[in-house]
């Protein structure tokens, strides 16, 4: 494994989450695939597209604020092709409404294209925290 390349991957998580706070989705989307898919439990699979409609409330601005915290167990690469899981939590504020707290495990499959390592694939496994 080439320790660079696992360091671009660790890095990709800490700006996506940094991104993430700032509500910044074109960055947020920058990390991804044009062909990325999200899994999450209960919905079916889905895309960049509804991600960023996701992210994005009715007037294109974010619909709420959320922070979270990656810790990364594990990254392996081989070839163009990686992946990583990791423990996430994160909380999710809506506008005028409580946190919301989820935590969990993700599996994070990342593809390198033209130099860039991007994710590609992501499993979401979080549920909800009782504060």
Same mark, same amino acid.
């Given at each position: 494994?080439?320790?660079?390349?696992?360091?671009?991957?660790?890095?990709?998580?800490?700006? @996506?989450?940094?991104?993430?706070?700032?509500?910044?989705?074109? !960055?947020?989307?920058? =990390?991804?695939?044009?062909?990325?898919?999200?899994?999450?439990? +209960?919905?079916?699979?889905?895309?960049?597209?509804?991600?960023?409609?996701?992210? !994005? +409330?009715? =007037?294109? !601005?974010?619909?709420?604020?959320?922070?979270?915290?990656?810790?990364?167990?594990?990254?392996?690469?081989? +070839?163009?092709?990686?992946?990583? @899981?990791? !423990?996430?939590?994160?909380?999710?504020?809506?506008?005028?409404?409580?946190?919301?707290?989820?935590?969990?495990?993700?599996?994070?499959?990342?593809?390198?294209? +033209?130099?860039? @390592?991007?994710?590609?694939?992501?499993?979401? =496994?979080?549920?909800?925290?009782?504060?």
């Amino acid at each position: 494994m080439d320790s660079t390349d696992e360091q671009q991957i660790r890095d990709l998580v800490v700006s @996506w989450m940094a991104a993430t706070k700032a509500a910044d989705v074109a !960055k947020v989307l920058s =990390l991804m695939t044009d062909d990325a898919v999200f899994l999450v439990a +209960g919905q079916p699979p889905f895309g960049k597209e509804k991600f960023a409609a996701t992210m !994005k +409330g009715p =007037l294109g !601005k974010p619909q709420a604020h959320i922070d979270g915290r990656s810790e990364i167990q594990e990254v392996h690469v081989s +070839g163009d092709h990686a992946y990583a @899981w990791a !423990k996430l939590s994160v909380d999710v504020t809506p506008p005028g409404g409580k946190p919301i707290k989820r935590a969990g495990h993700t599996l994070t499959v990342f593809r390198k294209t +033209g130099g860039r @390592w991007q994710l590609a694939r992501d499993a979401n =496994l979080l549920t909800p925290v009782d504060d």
